[in-house]
């Protein structure tokens, strides 16, 4: 009998080294915010700043104040997306992604039916849309203009119902580095002045998806989207890939061009802010957290920093003002611990002396690192 034809083996520091060069993690890039952001496919952005800290974790030379311009020109946006969680994205990627997960937004609707019982939701989208359109509102207001209508209606689903009808924006200056506003909503071709767009198509956002998060599964997509049935497009698109396989045999698919440097390839610290997409866009993610530390980044609902260490999640990290304090999760080299500290200093330099308004001041003056003891 002749033996099963097997892909080559990508084991897992070598998918860990492709997957950080494709994340701008092995060396900073010098790249614009705004390609960034459209290169990485949007930033994860349920909290403010972790857009911010996720470009100066990747490109040289970042200041919070590049994103920000984009999110008062409105180059960048933050919306519902992938996963129904909220990311920035570029003017373009939010007219065109927004559609291409909207079954995926379709069917989370669904899982509020007994509470939109009675409700027309093509005439809450109309009526919803008027409301927001006429000037940005909070969710709040909206959910009461909608109950005005259907008084009997669970007032939570009717705020689901909207958020998935309708490609909501969040309007500056929420969003923007160093200000502060409450959460008002209006439609992305409102703000943008721009109509939707057509869904980008799924065989070019594979692509993309590989470019930024490769070798990658179908499921590793899927994951990230939120989307399922993405097998079809893969297939479509494989005389165009490569083929390989992890060590367990899950077959993965690359872009011929894309880079795949040697496992041993040196790779800094890197503080990532709470929800960096690093952590969430594989279904598998065992190409940066070690099985044995699964589920160290978050306690309930709430989420923690990592600190990658050798490219891997090595810790836990708080910033106050201009005091961090670091949890390793084992023992590092005073090599590396060196390391840390310099990356660290060049962090909270940028981040925090953005904070107090010094935002061409990169220096590290007043830092206090603080190593905590080893997690357990």
Request: net charge neutral; glycine share 8%; aromatic share 6%.
């Amino acid at each position: 009998m002749a033996s099963r034809t097997t892909h080559p083996v990508l084991g897992t520091r070598a998918l860990n080294r492709a997957t950080l060069a494709r994340q701008l993690l092995l060396g900073r890039a010098r790249m614009s915010a705004a390609d960034a952001v459209a290169h990485l496919l949007g930033l994860q952005a349920q909290n403010v700043k972790p857009p911010y800290f996720q470009l100066h974790a990747r490109l040289a030379g970042f200041r919070p104040a590049e994103l920000a311009g984009l999110m008062e020109s409105r180059e960048a946006v933050r919306m519902v997306t992938m996963r129904s969680t909220i990311h920035t994205h570029t003017a373009h990627d939010a007219l065109t992604l927004r559609p291409l997960v909207q079954p995926a937004r379709d069917r989370e609707i669904g899982y509020f039916r007994k509470g939109l019982t009675g409700v027309d939701l093509d005439r809450l989208a109309r009526r919803a849309r008027a409301f927001v359109e006429s000037e940005p509102r909070t969710m709040g207001e909206i959910r009461e203009e909608l109950l005005g209508e259907w008084p009997d209606a669970d007032p939570q689903s009717l705020s689901v119902a909207a958020r998935c009808r309708l490609p909501l924006v969040q309007v500056t200056p929420r969003g923007v580095w160093g200000r502060s506003g409450q959460v008002r909503l209006t439609t992305v071709e409102n703000w943008l002045g721009k109509p939707a767009g057509a869904a980008q198509p799924v065989d070019e956002v594979v692509l993309r998806y590989l470019a930024a998060f490769g070798p990658a599964s179908v499921k590793d997509m899927q994951t990230w989207a939120g989307l399922t049935r993405l097998r079809e497009a893969f297939e479509r698109l494989r005389p165009r890939l490569l083929a390989f396989q992890d060590e367990n045999g899950t077959e993965l698919f690359d872009l011929p061009d894309a880079p795949r440097p040697d496992e041993d390839t040196p790779a800094p610290p890197r503080f990532l802010p709470e929800f960096d997409n690093l952590l969430l866009s594989h279904a598998d993610r065992t190409r940066v957290v070690a099985p044995e530390i699964k589920g160290r980044t978050w306690t309930g609902n709430q989420a923690h920093c990592a600190l990658l260490v050798d490219g891997f999640l090595a810790g836990l990290w708080k910033l106050e003002g201009r005091a961090l304090t670091i949890e390793l999760f084992g023992p590092v080299t005073e090599a590396a611990k060196e390391e840390i500290v310099a990356e660290a200093e060049l962090m909270v330099g940028g981040m925090a002396g953005a904070d107090a308004g010094a935002e061409g001041v990169g220096g590290a003056g007043g830092v206090l690192v603080r190593f905590a003891a080893i997690r357990a």
